[in-house]
Nanobody, 115 residues
Framework: QVQLVESGGGLVQPGGSLRLSCAAS????????MGWYRQTPGKERELVAH???????NYADSVKGRFTISMDNAKNTVYLQMNSLKPEDTAVYYC?????????WGQGTQVTVSS
């Protein structure tokens, strides 16, 4: 009943910017937080950033100062503004939703940073 749809991924040159979005739909109630994780081949999925419904945020050290997470509570949508992108940011980015005592995942969107 709950669906997360991610968009905004793609190919960008080092130093460029991308904005990811994730829209949640369905029977959603009592949203606690939304966030973004990423994964590369041979690596474990890692937290990039998350934000609570009250606006409290947390970032991985590797993206602090470059990425900004935000959430539109009315639209049940979370965004990730990614600036000053580096090749090491290349990964599949996954949207995450915590609501009603359950956790949901998006299917992932590819971000590739290369010249």
């Amino acid at each position: 009943q709950v669906q997360l749809v991610e968009s905004g991924g793609g190919l960008v040159q080092p130093g460029g910017s991308l904005r990811l979005s994730c829209a949640a739909s369905g029977s959603i109630f009592n949203i606690y937080a939304m966030g973004w994780y990423r994964q590369t081949p041979g690596k474990e999925r890692e937290l990039v950033a998350h934000i609570t419904s009250g606006g409290r945020t947390n970032y991985a050290d590797s993206v602090k100062g470059r990425f900004t997470i935000s959430m539109d509570n009315a639209k049940n949508t979370v965004y990730l503004q990614m600036n000053s992108l580096k090749p090491e940011d290349t990964a599949v980015y996954y949207c995450d939703l915590l609501a009603g005592g359950r956790r949901y995942w998006g299917q992932g969107t590819q971000v590739t940073v290369s010249s």
